[in-house]
T-cell receptor, first 109, second 112 residues
């Protein structure tokens, strides 16, 4: 089945720093989503981005489908950005969301 | 528009008991999926329902079952609970297949 790898597994930043999270996947996808899981377990939608580039405030994402990777950029990080970031993909073969193992981000003041 | 709701939010059960979890999708959404999250296994797909039909099922034993009603609300049931079933159970809804999925707050199940 499709493999989804996220890097780095852990990231520690000081407030105001920028960061890039990466998601590699092993097959063509028809759905790719980025989520932020808060300390209470809620998965918050960040981007639905099977291809192309999107921006939402301090966050942006790019998916290069032909090269099978996606990047999530966080600029001017804040302590509220702390949590786990997941990439999840879906293909016509899997017919379900397959999650990566996540990147745990800690932002300190 | 209201988001995905899940009830109950927290549950404590004893080994051998059974449990039913409920999920109400976003209004107009017809697809509901269930996921299990544990520290050791991460987020794993349980099953997906679309228009009251189970379309896909993950690699879980038959003790895990679900259904979807005509109003798109869904329930999942776990029978003969085991300690390893302790997890966060997440429900997601989407407008249709392969569309963006939106998650509920989850039900945290503890089996003692």
């Amino acid at each position: 089945g499709i493999q989804v790898e996220q890097s780095p597994p852990d990231l520690i930043l000081q407030e105001g720093a920028n960061s890039t999270l990466r998601c590699n996947f092993s097959d063509s996808v028809n759905n790719l989503q980025w989520f932020h899981q808060n300390p209470w377990g809620q998965l918050i939608n960040l981007f639905y981005i099977p291809s192309g580039t999107k921006q939402n405030g301090r966050l942006s994402a790019t998916t290069v489908a032909t090269e099978r990777y996606s990047l999530l950029y966080i600029s001017s990080s804040q302590t509220t950005d702390s949590g786990v970031y997941f990439c999840a993909v879906e293909t016509y073969n899997t017919d379900k969301l397959i999650f990566g193992t996540g990147t745990r981000l800690q932002v300190f003041p | 528009k209201a988001g995905v709701t899940q009830t109950p939010r927290y549950l404590i059960k004893t080994r051998g008991q059974q449990v039913t979890l409920s999920c109400s999708p976003i209004s107009g959404h017809r697809s509901v999926s269930w996921y299990q999250q544990t520290p050791g296994q991460g987020l794993q797909f349980l099953f997906e329902y679309f228009s009251e039909t189970q379309r896909n099922k993950g690699n879980f034993p038959g003790r895990f079952s679900g259904r979807q009603f005509s109003n798109s609300r869904s329930e999942m049931n776990v029978s003969t609970l085991e300690l390893g079933d302790s997890a966060l159970y997440l429900c997601a809804s989407s407008l249709a297949l392969f569309y963006e999925q939106y998650f509920g707050p989850g039900t945290r199940l503890t089996v003692t």
